[in-house]
């Protein structure tokens, strides 16, 4: 089973910028992968979405234009680059493949917008 261990999470001003990080302890290169956000009393949700080698991705509507998702399979990372951060990205990020198919959920990091 492979383990995920998300970082990069903080405060963040509205308007401003975080780069969200994922590393995985096996291999991904066979994997899409998957940012998720879980709001305070809402279910986890996708935020992103990559495939295998990265030619494909499909953001939710609420981030299209102001999230990007990237990998590298070489080093078995995911990212997740936040700019225009809204109040409204306040949540846990995880990352993870589709559901159904997923691992063992990490730890997520905290992504807090405020002023």
């Known amino acids: 089973q492979v383990q995920l261990v998300e970082s990069g999470g903080g405060l963040v001003q509205p308007g401003g910028s975080l780069r969200l990080s994922c590393v995985a302890s096996?291999?991904?290169?066979?994997?899409?992968m998957v940012w998720y956000q879980q709001a305070p009393g809402k279910e986890r949700e996708l935020v992103a979405l990559?495939?295998?080698?990265?030619?494909?991705?499909h953001y939710a509507d609420s981030v299209k234009g102001r999230f990007t998702i990237s990998r590298d399979n070489a080093k078995r990372m995911v990212y997740l680059q936040m700019t225009n951060l809204k109040p409204e990205d306040t949540a846990v990020y995880y990352c993870?493949?589709?559901?159904?198919?997923?691992?063992?959920w990490g730890q997520g990091t905290q992504v807090t917008v405020s002023s």
């Open positions: 990559i495939s295998y080698r990265g030619g494909t991705t």
């Open positions: 993870n493949r589709p559901k159904g198919f997923e691992w063992n």
């Open positions: 096996g291999s991904i290169s066979s994997s899409v």
